[in-house]
């Protein structure tokens, strides 16, 4: 009886996956069948192996894990409790596995159909006709034959939706070829495209899909570029489809290759095909924000770095002097460097500037470093913005690096006349109310005989 239980549960697995495998082409049906043994051994068979040598009697100090076959006497008696503790193993085994491919096979199919409602409805139809029967197979052998009442409740679900996953299929299907993508198989993603394509060459989907694997992953543009021209010159092709393909390429056109010419002839396509139409107007508008050149597509795509006011909360931190002589020697390196650029080009104010810095923040050399800074003041092509920064450069070192505050206020107030406007105006405003409240803290103390601390620097918000 058990060896028939055994049977029977395989026998639900194998049913519904014959009738699946019967409906998919040759391939993908030598695909699943090979998969499903392979499975078999692993899932089913090894777990039964093992549950075999466990229960063998083979030497006293490697007992059975079952105690009837240890308590059996010796002989026939302990073979035939071993064949039953094993028809039991092989039902309770098979059962689950076969339950836990049924579910599998389930959600297999679900991806395939459709209309998911119907799918759905015919899973609760059939659990509401099969879980009471699963529930009493439950209820009275208890939890060792759960696999077996979930085959019970499983198996005529999966044979009865296999139809849905085939029904009324409309176009091709590119399910494989997405899977094969996400896997970064593109080559085997192109196959399976192309294979679907034969079976319906003007499918726009497919030719859509097959120039993004050309753009994207192949890195073949032009190639890409000729698929969705000859797809949108296609009578097949209906004008959305068209307005669709043509945005898209120029997409990539300006994202993989920076080319705003190409991207601005894939737009005006889209203008000479449908002109009057709200497709013309919403192209014409992406003509407008087109760069005007690849060097302007570029530059639109790189980074834009803002320097802060050197007089903002960083002048609170310590001096970045370098931790190693390895570090200073790197930093004198580059140095020298600055120098013999500046001997070639003394307006150099990107140069001289970075010597500066040099000089002040890693060489300790703050002195050297306000000297550059009055010499960038004094260049006549220097702008406003560029000004006041190194103004507030004067200040902040000299006072973070000089100690000295009234050298440093009053090159701020000289900041705040030139340029009232400017963020290191503003900076300098704040930082000066902050030397202001100092003192004032420092004054207040004195009068109450508090005993004196160091300068406290406050953070406050700009």
């Not at 993908?28 to 093992?50: H, I, S, T, Y």
């Not at 009471?132 to 077996?148: Q, R």
């Not at 009865?160 to 029904?167: E, K, M, N, Q, T």
């Not at 202001?436 to 207040?444: Q, Y």
Request: charged residues 20%; contains cysteine; neutral net charge.
């Amino acid at each position: 009886m058990m060896w028939l239980g055994v049977i029977l549960t395989v026998a639900g697995v194998w049913v519904p996956a014959s009738n699946l495998w019967g409906r998919l082409p040759k391939a993908q049906a030598a695909d699943l069948r090979r998969w499903l043994r392979l499975w078999a051994a692993k899932g089913m068979g090894v777990p039964l192996a093992l549950w075999l040598i466990c229960n063998s009697d083979f030497s006293e100090s490697f007992p059975p894990i079952l105690g009837q076959i240890q308590a059996a006497a010796p002989g026939l008696a302990t073979f035939k409790a071993w064949l039953e503790a094993a028809g039991t193993g092989f039902l309770v085994i098979s059962s689950f596995w076969a339950a836990l491919t049924l579910g599998w096979l389930l959600v297999v199919i679900r991806q395939q159909v459709e209309d998911r409602r119907l799918f759905n409805g015919a899973v609760a139809g059939w659990s509401f006709l099969l879980l009471p029967p699963a529930a009493l197979i439950l209820f009275y052998f208890g939890a060792a034959s759960a696999g077996v009442a979930g085959v019970v409740w499983l198996a005529p679900i999966a044979q009865g939706v296999i139809p849905l996953a085939f029904h009324a299929r409309t176009g091709p299907a590119y399910y494989t070829a997405t899977a094969k993508m996400q896997r970064d198989k593109y080559k085997e993603a192109e196959e399976a495209v192309i294979q679907e394509l034969e079976k319906e060459e003007n499918d726009f989907n497919g030719w859509l899909l097959l120039a993004e694997l050309y753009a994207n992953h192949f890195g073949d543009l032009a190639g890409a570029d000729r698929i969705i021209r000859e797809t949108c010159a296609h009578p097949a092709t209906n004008a959305s489809q068209v307005c669709a393909a043509l945005n898209q390429l120029a997409d990539w056109h300006m994202n993989l290759a920076n080319d705003p010419a190409a991207a601005r002839s894939a737009l005006e396509e889209i203008c000479r095909r449908f002109p009057d139409t709200h497709m013309n107007r919403m192209a014409r508008l992406r003509l407008q924000q087109l760069p005007g050149s690849r060097e302007e597509a570029i530059a639109r795509r790189t980074p834009k770095y803002f320097s802060l006011p050197a007089l903002g909360d960083s002048l609170d931190q310590a001096a970045a002097v370098p931790a190693s002589p390895a570090e200073k020697k790197e930093a004198a390196a580059r140095a020298n460097q600055c120098v013999e650029k500046l001997h070639e080009d003394p307006d150099d104010m990107a140069v001289r500037e970075e010597l500066a810095r040099l000089l002040a923040e890693r060489l300790d050399r703050a002195g050297a470093a306000i000297e550059q800074i009055e010499l960038l003041l004094n260049m006549p092509q220097a702008s406003d913005d560029q000004a006041a920064g190194w103004m507030g450069l004067l200040a902040a070192w000299r006072i973070k690096y000089l100690g000295d505050l009234q050298k440093g206020r009053e090159t701020m107030e000289e900041l705040i006349r030139r340029y009232p406007q400017s963020t290191h105006a503003f900076a300098a405003r704040r930082r000066i109310n902050l030397m202001d409240l100092e003192a004032k803290i420092r004054a207040a103390r004195s009068a109450a005989n508090l005993p004196t601390e160091k300068p406290i620097s406050l953070s406050l918000p700009p």
